[in-house]
């Protein structure tokens, strides 16, 4: 029996299309590891240094207020507390026995460089335990100027406030017309750094102090 004619022909393209194309080389090994190679620098990444996100490193701000969330500090903000001291003391000024002058200590004025300046006052001095006001007023005025006297009368009180030591000082001074009656001029070495007699229509602009000078201007006649 003869084959139809073509048959096997179709039946040999078959096959031909099952096969592998003859121009198709088999991979060598160069082939495959630069394959391999590349393979490996597409996938290996870089370390790379990623970016805080915004605001990283700030202090955290409240939600509501906006401002940096804080602790509060534990410790107190007040200043320490100086303690308070009352001190009583008594003096005044001393008319000489001409009636025409008054009697004034002067110490040096520290804050002056030179230390050449002298604040002139009234003499005065602490009241001590048992004593009045005149009591102390007559001893202050003998330690303090070698000056002896007596009360003529009562020229009135002053009080202010003062820091020394760490503290605050609240001072009474207790001032007195006086007359001189004896006793010879010298300054306490310890207490006063000069003593001096002064017109007594000049007393008022030798003071030192503003509470003095209005004290003694306020007085009236001083002419004994």
């Known amino acids: 029996m003869t084959s139809a004619p073509g048959a096997g022909g179709e039946a040999k393209r078959k096959r031909r299309r099952r096969r592998r194309p003859s121009s198709a080389k088999p991979a060598t090994t160069a082939s495959i590891s630069s394959s391999t190679s590349a393979s490996e620098s597409t996938t290996t990444t870089p370390a790379t240094h990623t970016p805080k996100p915004e605001g990283a490193g700030k202090p955290r701000v409240g939600k509501r207020s906006g401002k940096p969330s804080s602790k509060p500090s534990s410790k107190p903000s007040s200043k320490p507390y100086a303690k308070r001291v009352d001190e009583v003391s008594a003096g005044g000024l001393v008319i000489d026995g001409t009636g025409t002058k008054g009697l004034l200590i002067g110490r040096r004025d520290l804050k002056d460089p030179t230390k050449e300046r002298l604040l002139w006052s009234l003499p005065k001095g602490h009241i001590e335990a048992g004593e009045t006001p ?75 102090y503003p509470d003095e000078k209005k004290l003694i201007a306020k007085s009236g006649e001083l002419q004994q």
Request: aromatic share 10%; net charge negative.
């Open 134 to 208: 005149e009591m102390a007023a007559i001893r202050e005025v003998a330690e303090e100027t070698g000056i002896h006297s007596e009360i003529s009368r009562a020229l009135g009180v002053i009080d202010f406030w003062f820091m020394a030591g760490g503290k605050r000082i609240h001072k009474t001074v207790h001032h007195y017309l006086f007359k001189e009656i004896g006793g010879v001029l010298q300054a306490q070495i310890e207490e006063v750094d000069e003593v001096g007699w002064f017109p007594l229509e000049e007393i008022v602009s030798m003071l030192a």
